[in-house]
Nanobody, 123 residues
Framework: QLQASGGGSVQAGGSLRLSCGVS????????VGWFRQAPGKEREFVAT????????YYDDSVKGRFTISRDNAKNTVNLQMNSLKPEDTAVYYC??????????????????WGQGTQVTVSS
């Protein structure tokens, strides 16, 4: 139901755009967010956007550098990543769920996941 794409290798300061393709029913009914997991670490919240794109939430580590958006025409949730840093290196996953506001940053609140896409930022 979710297909992540757009990862790659860039130098620090560069940009990448990730895209999460979402099946129609899921796109219309679920909150979709981006998470990442570095080797040896737990999956962590990056950004999420509410249904109707009324509100976006970001982890402090990416605020001002990353922008999440929903494309209603293409049923995709995109993550524009600018000013990338080596510490952004991870596998990025998109997840769909119906989190309440207090759990919107919790991976366990998202029940459906894409396969992940690797982002590597070199210094």
């Amino acid at each position: 139901q979710l297909q992540a794409s757009g990862g790659g290798s860039v130098q620090a300061g560069g940009s990448l755009r990730l895209s999460c393709g979402v099946s129609g029913d899921t796109f219309r009914s679920y909150t979709v967010g981006w998470f990442r997991q570095a080797p040896g670490k737990e999956r962590e919240f990056v950004a999420t956007v509410s249904l109707g794109s009324k509100r976006a939430y970001y982890d402090d580590s990416v605020k001002g550098r990353f922008t999440i958006s929903r494309d209603n025409a293409k049923n995709t949730v995109n993550l524009q990543m600018n000013s990338l840093k080596p510490e952004d290196t991870a596998v990025y996953y998109c997840g769909a769920g119906r989190p309440i506001l207090s759990s919107i940053r919790n991976p366990s609140a998202y029940g459906n996941w894409g396969q992940g896409t690797q982002v590597t930022v070199s210094s």
